[in-house]
């Protein structure tokens, strides 16, 4: 869990041995959290301490989607490795005591999975989702395989869980991330999108909010930088226990 804003920033993201986590076809059990589907909502009850700095985290996140989209597509050419949007278009509900914060409005849920390590696909890859004026969302994946040609995504999903493509906008560089990641985000060209705020800056991974125009619409962006050869350095994962602590 990533939270930003300003009461400060927390991270949590500890990882657990098999004895600490169960599942079943209703819930998801890690630690003392657990995610669970209600039959309406996907409820995620948190229970956790933030790293490296030891703050705590604690309270309930309520997702509900209006509809469920089944849209999944490869992310290489082999097909290894697929992204799908489980819930583009929900709404949140968020009611945390540590820190004390509640707010509503929308969410985006999806899934990543792949049959093998990341590395041995993937150079680097944008990613970035808008919601549009009518609450559609639109999400542009940009990516950069290891061999073969660039692939570009990009899809509009509605509430109902309908989809459809569009043709990507222009590719634009922005501002080197303080970690010295390029970061390049599609938008229209008038205006050139600019960068809002830097939310997470790591040496492999850097989160933004984007400006831009997409579709025809002033949008702000969600938007993502994966570097795949930082991951898997020796640096980064000498460096990872500290953010990403584990619990046998």
Request: charged share 25%; with cysteine.
């Amino acid at each position: 869990m990533a939270l930003y804003g300003e009461g400060g920033k927390r991270w949590a993201m500890t990882e657990r041995g098999r004895r600490h986590v169960h599942r079943n076809e209703r819930e998801f059990v890690i630690g003392p959290s657990r995610v669970h589907w209600d039959g309406t909502s996907l409820v995620v009850d948190i229970d956790e301490r933030g790293a490296p700095i030891p703050l705590r985290v604690r309270g309930q996140v309520r997702v509900t989607p209006p509809a469920l989209c089944r849209f999944v597509a490869p992310l290489d050419a082999a097909g290894r490795h697929r992204w799908g949007p489980i819930a583009p278009c929900a709404r949140i509900e968020v009611a945390l005591s540590h820190p004390a914060l509640h707010w509503q409005g929308h969410a985006y849920m999806d899934s990543n999975e792949g049959d093998e390590p990341v590395d041995r696909a993937f150079n680097d890859w944008d990613w970035s989702r808008a919601t549009m004026a009518n609450g559609d969302t639109s999400v542009i994946y940009d990516v950069r395989p290891l061999q073969g040609p660039e692939r570009v995504i990009a899809r509009r999903f509605r509430p109902d869980g309908s989809h459809e493509p569009f043709e990507a906008p222009p590719r634009h560089p922005l501002p080197t991330s303080a970690w010295r990641i390029a970061r390049q985000v599609r938008g229209e060209p008038s205006p050139a999108p600019r960068l809002m705020r830097t939310l997470e800056d790591t040496p492999f991974y850097v989160r933004s909010q984007i400006a831009s125009r997409l579709l025809g619409e002033e949008v702000v962006s969600i938007h993502e930088t994966l570097d795949v050869p930082r991951v898997v350095s020796l640096p980064v994962r000498l460096m990872l226990p500290w953010r990403m602590p584990r619990r046998p």
